[in-house]
């Protein structure tokens, strides 16, 4: 019994010194000195951790930025290198039923005195898109060396309507529409999808926008990267 009294008098003072508890914690929330003293106090300590921490996150944020566009000049470099051995073949008039190899083909005889045999030619289609109302064409090669020849001998094709280009990706058409409005004709080509551009007698690789600021010495800005025609 005597231990029994013992546990109910414990239990009231814990009771006790609960409700007290509580009256001192609600006359503090009632006291809008005190409520500011602490959310002063708060943000001097989360206005210390961000100080600390921010430079920290904005390290890692750079790396991470830096390494994502790593990995995208990885795979602009691993998609062109698929294009390779393609052309595009644009102002090809389009008939019904055509045979596009044959088309091809005796365009690369009669016009550029190149031989391109049926088994030169990995695949060749039209595209989906008009070039001043003709679909642009084209080839994927099984050899690289009888994509050269062909497109060593474009230039036979000046004063024609037909225009052969290298297979470029987004990125790089991008790059050469850029250098179309800057740099002066017969400053810029392509040489197994690389971009060449000469300035004062030197010859300079063009991979990003910037490398077209640095030779030219005109600022670019920096725009969404569209496929287009070149």
């Not at 994502?68 to 595009?88: A, D, I, P, S, W």
């Not at 008009?130 to 474009?154: C, H, L, M, N």
């Not at 010859?203 to 670019?220: C, K, M, S, Y």
Request: proline residues 3%; contains cysteine.
């Amino acid at each position: 019994m005597a231990e029994y009294k013992l546990r109910s008098k414990q239990a009231g003072s814990v009771y006790d010194e609960d409700l007290i508890a509580e009256k001192i914690v609600d006359r503090l929330l009632a006291n809008n000195d005190f409520i500011e003293r602490i959310s002063a106090k708060i943000s001097e300590h989360l206005s210390k951790i961000s100080e600390h921490l921010s430079p920290i996150l904005d390290a890692k944020v750079n790396t991470v930025m830096t390494e994502v566009g790593q990995l995208k000049m990885k795979l602009e470099q691993l998609e062109q290198y698929t294009r390779l051995n393609n052309l595009r073949v644009y102002g090809v008039k389009e008939s019904p039923n055509e045979d596009v190899c044959k088309v091809f083909g005796d365009i690369c005889r009669e016009k550029l005195n190149v031989v391109v045999q049926p088994s030169d030619i990995d695949v060749i289609h039209r595209l989906k898109g008009k070039e001043d109302g003709v679909r642009p064409i084209i080839v994927r090669f099984t050899s690289r060396i009888v994509k050269k020849k062909v497109f060593a001998s474009k230039s036979k094709l000046k004063g024609s309507k037909i225009v052969i280009k290298e297979d470029q990706t987004p990125h790089r058409n991008n790059l050469l529409k850029h250098l179309s409005k800057r740099a002066p004709p017969g400053t810029y080509w392509t040489n197994d999808c690389r971009i060449l551009s000469k300035s004062k007698n030197k010859i300079f690789h063009i991979n990003t926008i910037q490398d077209i600021n640095d030779v030219w010495g005109r600022q670019i800005p920096i725009v969404n990267e569209t496929t287009s025609g070149i």
